[in-house]
């Protein structure tokens, strides 16, 4: 019984000194990854890296081989335009681009090879957006209980779209309806379940189209709100608007996506900026006269865009539109722009009371 007692203390003793060699050999020689670094042969010498220029303003792209061996030609492809030129330098007028980060892509050919980068240039505007104000010209009732994210006119009915999760406001939940809007009279209606938050909407070839928040999918009605199909995308949905044979949707960045409505997939994307730079938090979304207008969430202004340079080419002051000491906070922002014939145009927001008919003026001729 004693030699037992003592034998098995010695044993784990030395167990636990081996296991300690071991985990501290282990540290003393991890392993490495065996991969080399593949170092770029060649180097961009203009323009320095994230260097701003202004729309218009020509940009010198100059590239050099580490090695000193000589670049026969440059392939130099931006949106969707390629161009080959000799030599090593290639001189782009920035007006063939868009506004903030383009994408640009050159590749090199010397003797033995080839090789590809992706200079990084930031484009502004050039001049400040012009700016507007605005006159109402009639009011009509509108759902206190409508958390507006999305508006459109369809012939003289409006459609809206309201967002929220549950009836956390009385009656305020995610639905698709149609208005009548000179009495404010909702027509029929669509509630989406939860956990579908509605937000914007637009019809495109007699169907209607809901973006919903952070679901990532949008469905799709025929006029009578009748439910055809059901898309999803990869961002978040905020706003929405028709342009052409595709829609336009916001996610709350500066980005505008081009989306197929065919198939719900990205066509194109665009940054919307200012002469100050990148402008998000765009919201809500209406197409007028081939230009686009976005709410910016948070704020009583609409902005208009270039849809082909992402340029703000205006913006559209609508203080005092609405009594601020009543309606504050963010759940009172001003979101809803729906553009019915002959130029008339109409504004609401979040659990607003009142729908505007407004003229818009620019500022210089108040």
Known sequence: MVLTRLVTPLILVLVAAIGESCSTGL????????????????EIVSPKSNQRFTFGENVLFELSHRKEIQIDSLLVEFKDQSITVPGNIYTL??????????????????????????PKIRLYPENAPEEYSYRIIGEFPHDENAFTQGLFFM???????????????????????????ASGQILNQVVLEDPYFGEGCALWND??????WTS??????????????????????WGLAAYGDTLLLSDGTEKIYFINPQDFSEIDVIQVYDHEGKVDKLNELEVIN?????????????????????????Q?????IIDRTEYRG?????????????????????????????????????
Do not use: C
Not at 216 to 237: C, H, I, M, N, P
Not at 292 to 298: D, I, K, P, R, S
Not at 337 to 364: C, D, M, Q
């Open 27 to 42: 540290k003393e020689n991890p392993k490495r990854s065996s991969s080399p670094r593949i170092r770029k042969q060649i």
């Open 316 to 320: 559209i002051d609508f203080e005092g």
């Open 155 to 181: 012939g003289d009915t409006l459609v809206e779209s309201t967002g929220d999760h549950s009836s956390s406001r009385s009656e305020s939940i995610s639905t698709i309806r149609n208005i009548n809007y």
């Open 207 to 212: 169907r209607i189209y809901q973006l919903t």
């Open 216 to 237: 990532k999918t949008a469905f799709v009605y025929d006029k009578e709100l009748r439910q055809q199909q059901t898309f999803t995308y990869a961002s978040q949905g």
């Open 93 to 118: 007028n920035s007006n063939a681009l868009r506004v903030g980060t383009p994408r640009i892509k050159i590749t090199s050919y010397f003797e033995g090879g080839k090789e590809t980068v992706y």
């Open 290 to 314: 081939g230009r686009l207008y976005a709410n910016v969430w948070g704020e009583d202004k609409i902005l208009i865009i270039d849809v082909n340079t992402g340029q703000v080419t205006g």
């Open 330 to 366: 963010l759940d009172f922002a001003m979101n809803g722009i729906a553009y019915h014939s002959n130029n008339r145009i109409f504004v609401t927001g979040k659990l607003w009371p009142t729908l505007f008919e407004v003229s818009i003026f620019p500022k210089s001729k108040t």
